[in-house]
């Protein structure tokens, strides 16, 4: 099992900027793919970045050029820096970790991110 603890949420104004955190704990694996999805009310969770061990990042187009993931391995850490932030992106954010080998997701419980207009 892996347990990811979220910090960084809350309320901003439209085109400010928060930085969330997520630190993995437990049966962790190097090569594990990162990320952050979301979840907005009445809407499907969605991918908005992944990152792998590498450095190698995919961001949904809704939040490519303002959002930017980044890892610290050795924490076994992943950020993302929002920038630029719409009403639209008001979610709960999620952490992730997905194994390359079997594909097996593992889920923070989330933060709140709230965008005021």
């Known amino acids: 099992q892996v347990q990811l603890m979220e910090s960084g949420g809350g309320l901003v104004q439209t085109g400010g900027s928060l930085r969330l955190s997520c630190v993995a704990s437990g049966d962790i694996l190097t090569n594990d793919i990162m990320g952050w999805y979301r979840q907005a009310p009445e809407k499907q969770r969605e991918m908005v970045a992944t990152?792998?061990?590498?450095?190698?990042?995919n961001y949904a187009d809704s939040v490519e050029g303002r959002f930017t993931i980044s890892r610290h391995n050795l924490k076994n850490a992943v950020y993302l820096q929002m920038d630029s932030l719409q009403p639209e992106d008001t979610s709960i954010y999620y952490c992730?970790?997905?194994?390359?080998?079997?594909?097996?997701?593992?889920w923070g419980q989330g933060t709140q991110v709230t965008v005021s207009s």
């Open positions: 992730i970790s997905r194994r390359r080998d079997t594909a097996r997701y593992f």
């Open positions: 990152i792998t061990s590498g450095g190698t990042a």
